[in-house]
């Protein structure tokens, strides 16, 4: 019988992200091991190290092997504020490598879950009375219009005065393909969508909002509960239990998504799919951290957690990467945590990058046994 076999471009990128991926690609050697399954790993130079080798944050050879993948999983990348100046604008990691990764396989619909099990209540800094059961939100955000894409300029005008003019754009069919995914994890979930938006100032949410009314005549069964952006910032510190499915613009996303993870604890807690119509891309929802670079006390549960979320949604490996998730939590469980995580209520043993990823690696080993 056929092996099946699948090609994945590893973007280890810049800072803590070579440590992390380190731990995560540990997961497909075991997978290989225990299932009828091979994995080929195609490391590839990607964000600011591969401009000072390369001159390019996304050179050529990277998006040769990206083409040729059946996935793409990427670490963090950036350096600290003071290094990145050193990198010309166009080629910053998030200019040069990010945007243009997404904009090459149209990944417009990003999956970011904000998971926290009652088990690891304790690593929120919100009340146990607010957690009560957990958190379970899945963000939906599009990845690939809005702000960061419009049309950008800068200048002197004819005052002499610098300006710049940053321009949002999308067009309906944008905005209706990533409703349309939204309504569609509404529907397999508990069929309640929150549609965030700025209505009462942006025209282009207005004009979201009227795509929306379009789309959820396909989907009668699914409640829609428009919020307001701002008032969506409050109600994810005081009633996060309110949401199951959010989905909003890019910028917005982008924004409440860092705010899911502080809710949690910590964005080393937030994996997240890249999805387009040929090709999914995966990433830990964090920076590069450069200030804890080769410490070994980075926490790999994201980037972890990232590779779960490849075997379901683009290798339909779903019993796989819910053994991959059990193993992560139950290093949790068992009284462990890592440096970024607050435990000051519960007594812990924190763990370097490389103990957590034994210990995930021990228990993967054993469910999937």
């Known amino acids: 019988m056929q092996t099946n076999a699948y090609k994945i471009a590893v973007l280890a990128g810049d800072a803590i992200g070579p440590e992390i991926m380190q731990q995560a690609v540990r997961v497909f050697d075991l997978l290989s091991r225990h299932r009828d399954v091979e994995f ?6 990607f964000g600011a190290g591969a401009y000072f080798d390369t001159g390019k944050a996304f050179p050529d050879e990277t998006k040769a092997i990206c083409d040729e993948a059946d996935a793409i999983l990427k670490g963090p990348v950036g350096l600290s504020y003071a290094e990145a100046q050193k990198i010309p604008v166009e080629e910053q990691p998030e200019r040069g490598a990010i945007l243009p990764l997404r904009a090459r396989y149209n990944t417009y619909a990003n999956f970011r879950p904000i998971l926290l099990s009652r088990d690891m209540a304790h690593f929120s800094p919100l009340k146990a009375e607010i957690i009560k059961d957990g958190i379970d939100i899945l963000l939906i955000r599009e990845l690939v219009g809005g702000l960061y894409f419009g049309a950008k300029e800068r200048g002197e005008n004819e005052d002499g005065l ?5 321009t949002l754009e999308y067009d309906e069919n944008q905005i209706r393909a990533i409703l349309q995914v939204a309504f569609e994890q509404a529907q397999k979930r508990k069929k309640v969508l929150h549609n965030i938006h700025k209505s009462n100032v942006l025209i282009s949410s207005v004009f979201w909002n009227e795509v929306l009314e379009e789309v959820r005549q396909d989907f009668p069964q699914v409640t829609v509960i428009h919020l307001l952006v701002d008032a969506a910032a ?3 510190c005081l009633n996060p239990g309110q949401f199951d499915v959010m989905v909003m613009e890019n910028m917005f996303g982008d924004i409440l998504s860092d705010q899911g993870g502080g809710i949690l604890g910590s964005l080393g807690l937030m994996p997240s799919a890249c999805i387009g119509p040929d090709k999914a891309y995966y990433e ?3 920076g590069s951290a ?7 006390i980075a926490n790999p549960y994201s980037m972890i957690g990232s590779v779960a979320m490849m075997l379901e949604m683009s290798f339909n490996m779903a019993e796989e990467a819910a053994a991959v998730w059990q193993a992560m939590k139950g290093v949790f469980e068992d009284g462990y945590s890592t440096a970024d995580l607050n435990s000051a209520q519960r007594s812990v043993e924190i763990l370097t990058t490389d103990a957590f990823g034994d210990r995930v690696m021990a228990k993967l080993d054993e469910l999937l046994s």
């Open 40 to 45: 080929t790993l195609m490391p590839a130079k």
């Open 162 to 166: 610098r300006y710049v003019k940053e």
């Open 234 to 236: 409050t109600a994810l």
């Open 284 to 286: 830990p929802s964090h």
């Open 290 to 296: 450069p200030d804890i670079a080769g410490k070994n």
